[in-house]
């Protein structure tokens, strides 16, 4: 009798719990799943992140851009320099005998000592003696055209006549001109335009 009331209760238990025994195992199981399942959804999304911020790294060719700008009269105090040493180069030899260009040159060399303080005047330095030198080369230059052109009369020319020895001297004259100044260079230019006149008088003394 009594096995048949633990049956009977039995039934009414199960009943009572739809049907499903959960075994300690089981119900342990879904306890650890739920407990997992509640953690993953709090945790943080591991897609989430953060994107590090880069430094900007400036190049050595930003770095001469800056400077540059920031100096533009030391960029042209370099460059002013470097021209003037080209000058005092190129004519360290030529200036040789000829005092003017030689004080010409001598200003220059001070001048490229000077600093960006004081570049305007490094400036005109270079423009005065520019000034002065193109009207060197360009008075030079009609010295030789002109020694030329006598060059030429002179064999059209009876030796040791008076116009044989008036041209000579005009070729001389402008020769020993290169040495002078601008000024000079212009008064030796002028003389040697003039033209022998062979009914002038004869004076032997004139010409020496």
Do not use: H
């Not at 002179?154 to 601008?182: G, I, V």
């Amino acid at each position: 009798m009594i096995w048949i009331w633990s049956l009977i209760t039995l039934g009414i238990i199960v009943g009572a719990m739809g049907g499903v025994i959960i075994s300690p195992r089981e119900d342990k199981d879904k306890s650890t799943t739920t407990a997992t399942t509640a953690k993953s959804e709090s945790s943080p999304s591991s897609e989430s992140t953060t994107t590090p911020t880069t430094a900007k790294v400036t190049s050595p060719v930003d770095l001469k851009t800056n400077e540059t700008t920031l100096e533009p009269l030391a960029a042209l105090d370099k460059s002013i320099t470097a021209d003037i040493e080209n000058i005092l180069t190129k004519y360290e030899r030529e200036c040789m005998g000829n005092s003017e260009f030689t004080e010409n040159l001598d200003l220059l060399r001070k001048a490229v000592k000077w600093n960006k303080n004081q570049l305007e005047d490094k400036i005109n330095a270079k423009i005065n003696f520019n000034t002065y030198n193109g009207q060197r080369i360009s008075l030079e230059k009609q010295i030789d055209q002109r020694i030329e052109a006598l060059n030429n009369i002179l064999p059209t020319q009876e030796p040791n006549s008076r116009c044989s020895k008036f041209y000579l001297k005009q070729r001389e004259t402008l020769k020993n001109a290169k040495t002078l100044s601008n000024e000079g260079k212009s008064s030796a230019l002028l003389q040697s335009k003039e033209i022998c006149k062979t009914n002038d008088y004869n004076d032997d003394d004139y010409y020496y």
